[in-house]
């Protein structure tokens, strides 16, 4: 994470590290250097909520009905439905 982390914090605000390097040891080192984490391709139930426990301050998902479910933060949304009227 070290390289990663060092490069983020010359070019941007954050990391988005493959689901299992969201460990809450990296999440930590990128916290500590003010750098956002947001791990991606998560599309489990389980590997939501062990990400988020560990600190991810959000994610990338195939799944963003179940992620919104998981995490608490909305009611159920039809994805569905919104993706067909954005191709109107």
């Keep these: 994470m070290g390289l990663l982390a060092d490069r983020a914090e010359e070019v941007g605000h954050g990391i988005g590290p493959i ?20 791990p991606y391709t998560i599309n489990d139930a389980w590997q939501m909520r062990l990400l988020s426990f560990f600190g991810a301050d959000g994610l990338f998902t195939d799944r963003p009905g179940l ?18 009227e954005r191709k109107k």
Excluded: F
């Design 19 to 38: 689901g299992w390097l969201g460990w809450p040891w990296n999440t930590g080192e990128a916290h500590r250097r003010g750098l956002l984490v947001h």
């Design 67 to 84: 992620a919104l479910q998981v995490l608490g933060k909305s009611e159920d949304i039809d994805t569905t439905r919104l993706l067909e």
